[in-house]
């Protein structure tokens, strides 16, 4: 459950237990019509699906009932300008189903855009006015100087 | 005969339960008909043999893990601090350093999942620089924990416990450096590892491959080593009272004797006299 180097597991040894797993994972966006106890999830080629299990019970305290995963491969996709391809990184999908009591709804996180830009507008109208009225006071003792004498 | 009698009794069985339905059938219809629909439609689902009806967990909590706290969904900047430094990671203990690793792990998911979010809906994640940091910081986390393995391994067993490398030649001779891995088989009887590796070479057959590539590293190095030599000639010629003690440590290589004499690191110039 690691990319790090473990020694081999040998029949009768003592089992081996993963300390500082270094597994990346992410939450993607549902697809259309999934089922609200299933979950959908972007990991790294090397995690198996035991794997995903025990990251998700162990890290996230998130009961589990099954995990299906297939690897997917990255896009080839032309760098913009250069002409050259590329091929995005393959990861692993994995459709993670809990209990059928248990849901999540994916969340809206961007939904107030709108807020936003408002925010960011005032920012830049109040630092504009500010500017303005501090060139008027500078300009307060000499009428008729042009804008760029003082600079 | 009589284990004919028995699977007529099943056949006869089997039909039977087609027509009216079976005593444990029959319970559990009941049972589910005297619940209230939404409680029933719960039940359904979970398995037949239990006839407690479960309770519902809700949502799953730990879920929200994987997003960051709705204060920041609508900021345009997140004020965070610095990375963790090594020196302050190793003044903690190995408890504390294990229990800050999975908090690191949990932001940076956290992390990775809302710029995924954030560039599917073509927005500007706020303060990016956040997924460096904690990568340095988990770097520097990790580096602290090796260094106590190691330490540990050296007094108990005089070896660092770092995984074994090893160098050997290809088949065009040159050599390379890979890194050994435990085998189940021991190495005398594991042909398989050797066919797959392709190590050694035939020496006669590669020669003159090696001695031209040897030539070409060896002009490589003249050539690093002509550049050093000119440029401390231009420095002579530039500074003609340089401390040389300061530039045989700077470039220990170079012989300033035999620099100090050519044409190019006497100058174009005449000291002032009186």
Same mark, same amino acid.
């Given at each position: 459950m690691s990319t790090r180097w473990?020694?081999?597991?040998?029949?009768?040894?003592?089992?081996?237990?993963?300390?500082?797993?270094?597994?990346?994972?992410?939450?993607?966006?549902?697809?259309?019509?999934?089922?609200?106890?299933?979950?959908?999830?972007?990991?790294?080629?090397?995690?198996?699906?035991?794997?995903?299990? &025990?990251?998700?019970?162990?890290?996230?305290?998130?009961?589990?009932?099954?995990?299906?995963?297939?690897?997917?491969?990255?896009?080839?996709?032309?760098?913009? &300008?250069?002409?050259?391809?590329?091929?995005?990184?393959?990861?692993? &999908?994995?459709?993670?189903?809990?209990?059928?009591?248990?849901?999540?709804?994916?969340?809206?996180?961007?939904?107030?855009?709108?807020?936003?830009?408002?925010?960011?507008?005032?920012?830049?109208?109040?630092?504009?006015?500010?500017?303005?009225?501090?060139?008027?006071?500078?300009?307060?003792?000499?009428?008729?100087?042009?804008?760029?004498?003082?600079? | 005969m009589i284990i004919k009698f028995s699977r007529i009794l099943g056949v006869v069985r089997n039909q039977l339960s087609g027509i009216r339905p079976s005593v444990r059938g029959y319970a559990v219809e009941t049972l589910a008909g005297s619940l209230p629909s939404a409680e029933r439609k719960t039940s359904s689902g979970v398995s037949a043999t239990t006839t407690k009806p479960t309770k519902d967990l809700g949502p799953a909590?730990?879920?929200?893990?994987?997003?960051?706290?709705?204060?920041?969904?609508?900021?345009?900047?997140?004020?965070?601090?610095?990375?963790?430094?090594?020196?302050?990671?190793?003044?903690?203990?190995?408890?504390?350093?294990?229990?800050?690793?999975?908090?690191?792990?949990?932001?940076?998911?956290?992390?990775?999942?809302?710029?995924?979010?954030?560039?599917?809906?073509?927005?500007?994640?706020?303060?990016?620089?956040?997924?460096?940091?904690?990568?340095?910081?988990?770097?520097?986390?990790e580096e602290v924990v090796r260094e106590r393995n190691k330490a540990y391994y050296l007094l108990e067993t005089g070896e660092t416990g770092e995984r074994p490398g090893q160098l050997a030649l290809n088949l065009l001779?040159?050599?390379?450096?890979?890194?050994?891995?435990?085998?189940?088989?021991?190495?005398k009887h594991n042909n398989h590892w050797f066919k797959t590796r392709r190590l050694g070479c035939d020496r006669r057959e590669v020669a003159q491959f090696r001695l031209y590539h040897n030539e070409k590293i060896w002009l490589e190095k003249l050539r690093a080593r002509r550049k050093l030599t000119r440029h401390v000639m231009k420095l002579y010629q530039k500074f003609p009272n340089i401390d040389e003690e300061a530039l045989q440590a700077e470039f220990p290589e170079v012989n300033l004797e035999k620099v100090k004499r050519f044409k190019g690191a006497q100058g174009h110039y005449l000291f002032k006299s009186g």
């Open positions: 473990y020694p081999i597991y040998q029949k009768g040894n003592p089992q081996l237990r993963i300390f500082l797993t270094n597994f990346w994972m992410k939450m993607a966006r549902p697809d259309p019509n999934q089922p609200e106890n299933i979950v959908k999830f972007i990991t790294p080629t090397q995690m198996s699906d035991h794997d995903i299990k &025990q990251y998700l019970e162990k890290i996230y305290q998130v009961p589990v009932a099954d995990v299906r995963s297939k690897i997917m491969e990255g896009k080839f996709r032309r760098v913009p &300008q250069k002409g050259y391809i590329i091929k995005d990184e393959c990861y692993r &999908q994995a459709y993670v189903t809990m209990p059928p009591n248990c849901k999540f709804k994916f969340p809206d996180v961007t939904s107030n855009k709108a807020k936003r830009e408002d925010d960011d507008m005032k920012k830049y109208e109040k630092t504009m006015k500010e500017s303005y009225e501090k060139f008027q006071k500078k300009n307060a003792g000499r009428p008729g100087v042009p804008g760029w004498f003082g600079l | 909590k730990g879920l929200l893990a994987f997003f960051d706290s709705k204060d920041n969904w609508e900021v345009n900047e997140v004020r965070v601090g610095r990375s963790w430094r090594k020196d302050e990671l190793r003044i903690k203990s190995n408890s504390d350093l294990h229990k800050l690793w999975y908090v690191l792990l949990k932001e940076r998911n956290m992390l990775l999942t809302m710029l995924d979010e954030f560039n599917a809906n073509v927005e500007s994640f706020p303060s990016p620089e956040r997924i460096d940091k904690v990568h340095e910081s988990m770097v520097n986390l001779g040159m050599q390379f450096f890979f890194k050994t891995a435990e085998h189940v088989v021991p190495p």
